[in-house]
């Protein structure tokens, strides 16, 4: 599954941030773990899509699920925007690339090309593909799961490199079961990633976040069915320029030492931790989806065994690698290790690296908020108060100025450095929504 370019692969890296001293009796180690992909094939900024001669980007396919849902009718611009961003999306497909387009209701629908199969990108075929989007009509349910299962059956047709979907929604999953949704995304988690986005106001947060946590795509709200187009043209830019897929945290700990927790706090926090697979004596991986020229952040934190003053340990080495179809895998040939020492030097064992304690406040910050959001919608005004209080404080003190932002949207800020809030009488759905989509955003931390 990942037999990308050669000629254009990434170069990948890691980084360790830590204080590897413990106090006597010490067991807890945490570390910042950076992985960066530099070098393949960009032009210009690291945040550019890769510019590549014809014919040699890496192998892709795409399906982008579209809901065709009843309520996509109104108003009847959001249909018409939906198509256009389709649209829009299917022109910013690399040459050669495979591609479906699916139309969501409770059953999902082959738009283009038909028949089981992915169409491969060019002048041709992204013209019929534009031309088929007229057929897409708004009527029927919503049952996401059957959308997301077309999708695996059509990607996994391609030998491709990277397989990715991007999947838009209006409403609620009202006509399967949630267990219905969890159990297709539990089959297509680390077949393919997929963004998701929510257009208006009327669907499910956690079930929009919850599709792309899972398949490890970016999730967010288009609010206004107006930014449909640029929000698509940006998701398949980024998906262009993705490199290698099924990249995984690969962590070894010594005889003794439990891994309490592997999360990703940027761009944005993920829990990784129940996402192990046992990869030999004292190792695990764990996924982290398709990388292009990027950087992001892992937090590890080990339990290590007592030992005595004076005393080192190598708590956890971090490596990098790609599984095979054969079953075996590649190393990307980055490591890091993660030290513990023991010492009785106070101001050494006391001091808490700059890194852990910011992404420490960042994951505490997205907690704070959903918890808040959740109080505000069961009536607890002044558990919600107590709440997103605590997350103006955390926004304030870590720069997080965006978060900060959506944050004033939902409260009266009285004084950002002591938490001080209260919540305004009356807050707009898509700004409370916005809030809580991003709540998961991060800044990294201020050099």
């Known amino acids: 599954m990942a037999n990308f370019a050669k000629s254009h692969a990434p170069q990948f890296s890691v980084d360790v941030y830590q204080n590897e001293y413990l106090p006597e009796g010490g067991r807890e180690v945490n570390a910042i773990v950076t992985v960066t992909a530099t070098g393949g094939g960009t032009i210009g900024s690291a945040v550019a899509a890769p510019v590549y001669a014809p014919g040699h980007g890496p192998s892709a396919a795409v399906a982008i699920m579209v809901d065709c849902s009843g309520s996509m009718d109104y108003p009847p611009t959001k249909m018409r925007n939906a198509r256009d961003a389709t649209a829009a999306a299917i022109d910013t497909l690399r040459d050669g690339t495979h591609f479906a387009v699916i139309g969501g209701t409770h059953v999902a629908k082959e738009v283009y090309p038909g028949g089981g199969r992915l169409a491969v990108a060019d002048a041709r075929t992204r013209e019929e593909a534009k031309q088929a989007l007229r057929r897409l009509s708004a009527g029927g349910g919503t049952a996401i799961g059957t959308w997301l299962r077309l999708a695996d059956r059509l990607l996994s047709s391609a030998d491709v490199a990277i397989r990715h979907g991007i999947l838009l929604t209006d409403g609620r999953n009202e006509h399967e079961s949630p267990e219905d949704l ?266």
């Open 182 to 447: 969890r159990a297709a995304l539990d089959e297509c988690a680390g077949r393919f990633t997929c963004d998701a986005r929510g257009v208006g106001t009327d669907w499910e947060v956690k079930e929009v976040t919850g599709i792309a946590s899972a398949l490890l795509g970016t999730a967010d709200i288009v609010a206004d069915p107006a930014g449909l187009a640029a929000d698509f043209t940006q998701m398949m830019e980024a998906a262009m320029g993705k490199e290698v897929a099924d990249v995984a945290l690969r962590v070894w700990t010594p005889v003794g030492t439990t891994i309490r927790f592997v999360k990703q706090v940027a761009p944005t926090v993920e829990e990784l931790t129940d996402r192990r697979t046992e990869a030999g004596p004292r190792a695990g991986d764990y996924p982290t989806g398709s990388w292009g020229d990027e950087s992001r952040d892992y937090h590890l934190c080990v339990e290590v065994p007592a030992a005595g003053l004076g005393q080192e340990m190598l708590a956890a080495r971090v490596s990098l690698i790609v599984p095979q179809p054969d079953g075996s895998v590649q190393n990307l040939g980055a490591q890091g290790l993660v030290r513990a020492v023991w010492t009785d030097d106070m101001t050494a064992s006391t001091s808490i690296n700059p890194q852990v304690a910011h992404y420490t406040g960042q994951a505490e910050l997205a907690q704070a908020i959903q918890q808040g959001l959740d109080l505000r919608k069961a009536g607890d005004f002044d558990g919600a108060t107590a709440k997103l209080g605590r997350a103006v404080q955390l926004a304030s003190a870590s720069g997080n100025a965006d978060t900060a932002k959506l944050l004033a949207k939902v409260v009266d800020v009285v004084d950002a450095a002591t938490g001080t809030v209260r919540l305004k009488a009356k807050v707009e759905e898509a700004d409370e929504m916005t809030l809580e989509t991003r709540s998961t955003k991060t800044v990294r931390v201020k050099k």
